[in-house]
């Protein structure tokens, strides 16, 4: 059965189908395509009586396989324009960051340059005010030596006044009650009055025995008070005479301990003077120090970036020739995938009951041809194989049984891209093994029956 023998049907049917899908190409390639499909369903359709004569296998193309070719070359071409637009797409950011860097390099050379000028000036500045730094320490520690032995010298004779005075002190302390006492039993006699002559002159009465107070007593009360009172003037003024000298050497101390104390704070004070200038200077000299360590340490992150990025440029040198190429090449791709999915749509939606002889007939002898006539762009010696699947699942399928020929990997392809189920000729049971270690996680169900139907696949 022959259906649309008319290439102008079939023309129409493509033309509706593909009108309103955008496919990367001029108009009048896009017009050439929509022929070339009626065209390939033809020269499938007469092949299929020639593959009968020399095979005796029958082979038919029937509505369904035109209208799979067509929504095939819809999928597959989308699938792989988006495939390639993403590797694209990778490759251009390489690229762009490969640009970056090498304008990343060119300003951090700028900035490294302007850094070291700068670094420059900052050690200039840091080494003046550091040679500014060491003769103002050297002033200061002069100084400081000589206000130290002033405060030193101040400092013994503080201590040793504190020390006269405390003595002094401490006796006055121990006198002050017989002083006191004393003091009382004169009542408002003039203390001050009472000298050594005075006491002189009653020592004789005091070498008397019978001169106590007790006797006294016994005599006359008033005389008891006077030899009390006589008594009391020579106690205080021996106390006293003890007492005085401790007076005024406390206070002479302390004349000497306020000038001390003065010539201590003068000497302090000149001191915190210098330190503070010593102080000034320093924070100067700091302050460079730190502006020309942070100059430096950016100066050297800039170079480490500058020679990290140098690195990462020099190292991919030879990568962005081939991405370069490689961008254009997928540019080229693209313009060339019009006339790769035709080949690949049809060899999936038609060559499956064909041998391989048949098939590399078709698709060289014939379709590749007609493609070069129609100046429709594809590729030439394009492989099918890696066009429709990768290495991985190849591997994978051969850990599942399938064997390694183009034809029975031609065949796997088949079976996993088709959109219509295919019927398998499997005389040595190779496709069916393969089936069944491949589904079997999908739990594959097996059915026995009997049927007539023509085929569709052939795996030998």
């Known amino acids: ?58 082979a038919h193309v029937t509505p369904k396989s035109y209208l ?22 990778r490759m251009n950011i390489g690229l762009d960051k490969l640009m970056e860097a090498s304008e990343s390099v060119a300003k951090l050379s700028q900035d490294l340059a302007v850094k070291e000028k700068e670094l420059a000036v900052a050690s200039v500045k840091a080494d003046e005010v550091l040679a500014e730094v060491t003769v103002s320490a050297q002033a200061s520690a002069k100084v400081k030596n000589e206000v130290q032995e002033v405060k030193d010298k101040a400092q013994k004779i503080v201590d040793e006044i504190d020390s006269e005075k405390v003595k002094a002190e401490t006796k006055l302390e121990a ?58 003037m020579a106690t205080f003024y021996g106390i006293n005479r003890e007492v005085l000298p401790l007076k005024a050497n406390l206070a002479k101390q302390e004349g000497r301990l306020a000038v001390a104390n003065a010539e201590l704070g003068k000497a ?23 502006e020309k360590m942070d100059l430096l340490n950016d100066a050297d992150m800039c170079r480490k970036k500058m020679q990290a990025a140098s690195t990462l440029i020099d190292g991919l040198s030879g990568e962005k020739v081939r991405w370069t190429q490689q ?57 099918l194989i890696s066009m429709l699947v990768d290495p991985p699942t190849i591997g994978e399928w051969g850990l599942q049984g399938l064997p390694g020929d183009d034809l029975s990997i031609q065949n796997g392809i088949i079976v996993t891209k088709a959109t219509r189920y295919p019927l398998l ?24 029956f009997l049927c007539l139907c023509f085929n569709h696949l052939i795996i030998s």
């Not at 302090?268 to 730190?290: I, R, S, Y």
């Not at 749509?345 to 041998?355: A, I």
């Open 175 to 232: 006198a002050k009650p017989a002083l006191e006492e004393a003091e009382a039993a004169l009542n408002q006699f003039p203390k001050d009055t009472i000298n050594e002559e005075t006491v002189e002159l009653l020592q004789p009465y005091f070498n008397m025995d019978d001169y106590s107070l007790e006797n006294a007593k016994k005599v006359c009360g008033n005389v008891a008070g006077l030899l009390s009172w006589t008594l009391a």
């Open 268 to 290: 302090q004070a000149l001191l915190d003077e210098k330190q503070g200038e010593l102080d000034k200077v320093q924070a100067k000299f700091d302050a460079a120090m730190n």
């Open 68 to 89: 799979s070719f067509i929504n095939g070359y819809k999928n597959i071409y989308t699938e792989k324009v988006k495939h390639i637009n993403e590797q694209a797409e």
């Open 425 to 448: 000729i499997d005389p040595q049971t190779q496709g069916k093994t393969w089936i069944k270690s491949k589904e079997r996680e999908n739990d594959l169900q097996f059915l026995t």
């Open 327 to 383: 961008s254009k090449e997928f540019k080229a791709q693209i313009n060339r995938l019009v006339g790769d999915i035709l080949l690949c749509t049809g060899f999936l939606s038609y060559l499956g009951p064909f041998n391989q002889i048949f098939r590399n007939y078709l698709l060289k002898d014939q379709w590749e041809i007609e493609l070069r006539a129609r100046k429709i762009p594809f590729t030439e010696n394009l492989n």
């Open 1 to 58: 059965m022959r259906w649309m023998k008319s290439p102008k049907a079939l023309i129409a049917v493509a033309s509706y189908f593909l009108s309103g899908y955008s496919i990367v190409c001029s108009s009048d390639t896009k017009r050439q395509v929509v022929e070339t499909m009626g065209l390939f369903h033809d020269m499938v359709s007469e092949s299929c009586e020639n593959y009968f004569q020399r095979y005796r296998r029958r």
